[in-house]
């Protein structure tokens, strides 16, 4: 399994940003895929995940309305589309491979990751 993240950077509050995860190594299109964050000093934690096929997403409470995960099983990638920024969104954004077609529990190894900051 290999999970390449890219598209953070720095932004400032009230601001967007759009990131992406390719993967390979395994059969995309049928496992549920997930975006993690980890702030500094903070565990890594999930942000959304969504299903094989894309029908089923999760959001945490704290970015409900405000990300947008999505995916794109012809590019073997996924998406997060952050609107609205806050500093408290700053952290590490890792994507993960599921356990299975609606299981977005983390299976396998972590990507590096992208940097993502919120500041004026």
């Known amino acids: 399994v290999q999970l390449v993240e890219s598209g953070g950077g720095l932004v400032q509050p009230g601001g967007s940003l759009s990131l992406s995860c390719t993967a390979s190594?395994?059969?995309?299109?049928?496992?549920?895929m997930s975006w993690y964050r980890q702030a500094p000093g903070k565990e890594r934690t999930l942000v959304a995940g969504?299903?094989?096929?894309?029908?089923?997403?999760y959001y945490v409470d704290s970015v409900k309305g405000r990300f947008t995960i999505s995916r794109d099983d012809a590019k073997n990638a996924i998406y997060l589309q952050m609107n609205s920024l806050k500093p408290d969104d700053t952290a590490v954004y890792y994507c993960?491979?599921?356990?299975?077609?609606?299981?977005?529990?983390?299976?396998?190894?972590w990507g590096q990751g992208t940097q993502v900051t919120v500041s004026s």
């Open positions: 969504i299903s094989s096929g894309g029908t089923i997403t």
């Open positions: 190594g395994f059969t995309f299109r049928t496992y549920a």
């Open positions: 993960a491979k599921g356990s299975g077609a609606i299981n977005w529990s983390r299976s396998g190894n």
